[in-house]
C-alpha cells in the first residue's frame, strides 16, 4: 500500500541570529569591534580638518553664542531661565544635552549607509553598525559634557550631589538614541522619503523641545503636559535638573515615567524594524 502523505506542515527553522536573544549575543560577542569601530568613527568624522578635534568643541561653541546675543540683546529674554538663574549657564546646560540628540539622530539613521561594506563585504552584524556610531557620538558629548562641568566651576558655582546623576541621563539618552538608531538606519536604507521626513522632523524638534525656551515658565499648562512625550525635552530639562536647579530625576515622577514608557515602545519597534527588514537590506546596499 501507498505511504500515507503526512498533513503535517514542516516548520521552517528559526533564524536565532533575528531573536532578541541572537541580536543581543550578537551585541555581545562582538564588543571589542564595535568599540574599535566606534574610535575609527571618530577619526573618520574629523579627518583632513586642519583644526580637527577643535572641531568638535567649536561648532557648539558657536551655536551657543549666537542663541545666547539673539536671547539676550535681541529678544530682551535674560529672565528666562527664571529667578536667580542666569540665561548663558541655561542655555549651556540645555544645548550640550541638545547637540548630542540633534547630531546622533541624523548619525544613527544614516548609520548603514555610511558603513555599508560592512554589511556586503564583511561579517559584521548589521544591528553593531548603529551602537557604535551613537558610541563614536557619545564619546565626543562626554568630553563636551566635560568642559561644560569646568565651565560652572570656573564661574564659581560649587559641586552639588544632584551633579552625580548627569551619568544616568546620559545613559539613558544614550541607550534611548541607540533604539532610535536600530529602529531609523534600516528604514533610511529602504525609503529616501524617510530620511527627508526625519530631517523636517529635526528641525522642528529644535524648537519645540524647550532648548532656547523655558517649557516650565509658560503660563500655558497643557504646553508643558504634551512637552511631557518628547524625550529631547526630557533631557534637556534633565541636565538642567542636575546643575542648575539641583532636583533629582525620581522627583519628577510623571517625566520620568512617560520616559520610560516611551524608551520600552522604542525599543520594540526598533528589535521588530530590525528582524522584518535585515534579510532586505545587504540586496539594497
Known sequence: MPAKKSTKKEKKPVDKSLTTVGILGELRDFAPQIMQMAWVDIQKEYKGAIFNWLW??????????????????GLKANAMAGKDIDLFPWLVAGLVAWFFCSDVISAGMG???????????????VVAIPIFVVLSNLFMHVVLLGICLVYFLMRGDTFDITWIQLPIYTLLMALFFMMWSIFSA???????DFKQLVKSIVRILF??????????????????????FNPITFFVEG????????????????????FLIIFV???????????RTRKEIADLL
Do not use: C
Not at 525656551?213 to 511631557?228: E, F, L, P, Q
Open 56 to 73: 568638535a568643541i567649536a561648532r557648539p561653541l558657536i551655536y551657543l553664542l549666537v542663541y545666547w546675543f539673539v536671547l539676550r540683546f
Open 207 to 228: 524648537w519645540v523641545s524647550g532648548v532656547i525656551w523655558n517649557v516650565r515658565g509658560t503660563s500655558m499648562g497643557w504646553i508643558s503636559d504634551i512637552a511631557m
Open 239 to 258: 541636565y538642567r535638573d542636575a546643575l542648575l536647579y539641583h532636583q533629582w530625576i525620581w522627583e519628577r515622577p510623571k517625566q520620568l515615567i512617560v
Open 186 to 192: 534600516p528604514l533610511e536604507v529602504i525609503s529616501k
Open 265 to 275: 515602545v522604542m525599543t520594540l519597534l526598533a528589535f521588530r524594524v530590525y528582524k
Open 111 to 125: 548609520s548603514i549607509k555610511k558603513y555599508s561594506y560592512l554589511v556586503t563585504k564583511m561579517k559584521f552584524p
